[in-house]
Antibody
Framework: EVHLVESGGGLVQPGGSLRLSCVASGFIFSDHYMDWVRQAPGKGLEWVGRIRNKANSHTLEYAASVKGRFTISRDDSKNSLYLQMNNLRFDDTAVYYC????????????WGRGTLVTVSS | DIQMTQSPASLSASVGDRVTITCRASQGISDELAWFQQNPGQAPKSLIYAVSNLESGVPSRFSGSASGTDFTLTISSLQPEDFATYYCQQYHSYPLTFGGGTKVELK
């Protein structure tokens, strides 16, 4: 069974940094593209960025709103996905979800339960 | 960026009703359109990919279709567990973008 578990959220001051983690199980992590998606309180879903799989050299894509401030990485040996968030702003306050994209080895889009990041002074 | 305009923003319906939700893409996205369901306080759940393909385990009362850049999610007979918020997402080009969501409420 596919499981994605995010951690690392919390309260941070504007301008601060935070690193989120997502640990995956139940599938061949290295085969899959992985996304981060966020949801501000009471708002809709916003795609944050993507890291491709090893076969595609772990290349990256970002939303304009986070480019230059957020960095996505992964460690396939640890089945883990990361989101390094720097220079955080009030409008980065959201629940952050990691999401697995389908691959030839395993179909379906799966989501973790999310971790809440609150940017406040 | 591709804009996904989702309508209605909310609707009220009864158990057994047929419900239709629409997303319009601001440009062509081929068949690269997915639908997600989200219950309050929970993570989104994938329902449909590539316009009309049901994810494993999704009931057959859910269906998707397309006409040009207009995409439709239909629930043929609304069940109590279907009262939730629904989002479309295009994955044709970056940045990936979501519709604004449709909240399906009990009438």
């Amino acid at each position: 069974e596919v499981h994605l578990v995010e951690s690392g959220g919390g309260l941070v001051q504007p301008g601060g940094s935070l690193r989120l983690s997502c640990v995956a199980s139940g599938f061949i992590f290295s085969d899959h593209y992985m996304d981060w998606v966020r949801q501000a309180p009471g708002k809709g879903l916003e795609w944050v960025g993507r890291i491709r799989n090893k076969a595609n050299s772990h290349t990256l894509e970002y939303a304009a709103s986070v480019k230059g401030r957020f960095t996505i990485s992964r460690d396939d040996s640890k089945n883990s996905l990361y989101l390094q968030m720097n220079n955080l702003r009030f409008d980065d306050t959201a629940v952050y979800y990691c999401s697995r994209r389908p691959a030839a080895s395993s179909a379906g889009v799966y989501w973790g339960r999310g971790t809440l990041v609150t940017v406040s002074s | 960026d591709i804009q996904m305009t989702q309508s209605p923003a909310s609707l009220s319906a009864s158990v057994g009703d047929r419900v239709t939700i629409t997303c319009r893409a601001s440009q062509g996205i081929s068949d690269e359109l997915a639908w997600f369901q989200q219950n309050p306080g929970q993570a989104p759940k994938s329902l449909i990919y590539a316009v009309s393909n049901l994810e494993s385990g999704v009931p057959s009362r859910f269906s998707g279709s397309a006409s040009g850049t207009d995409f439709t999610l239909t629930i043929s007979s609304l069940q109590p567990e279907d009262f939730a918020t629904y989002y479309c997402q295009q994955y044709h080009s970056y940045p990936l973008t979501f519709g604004g969501g449709t909240k399906v409420e009990l009438k």
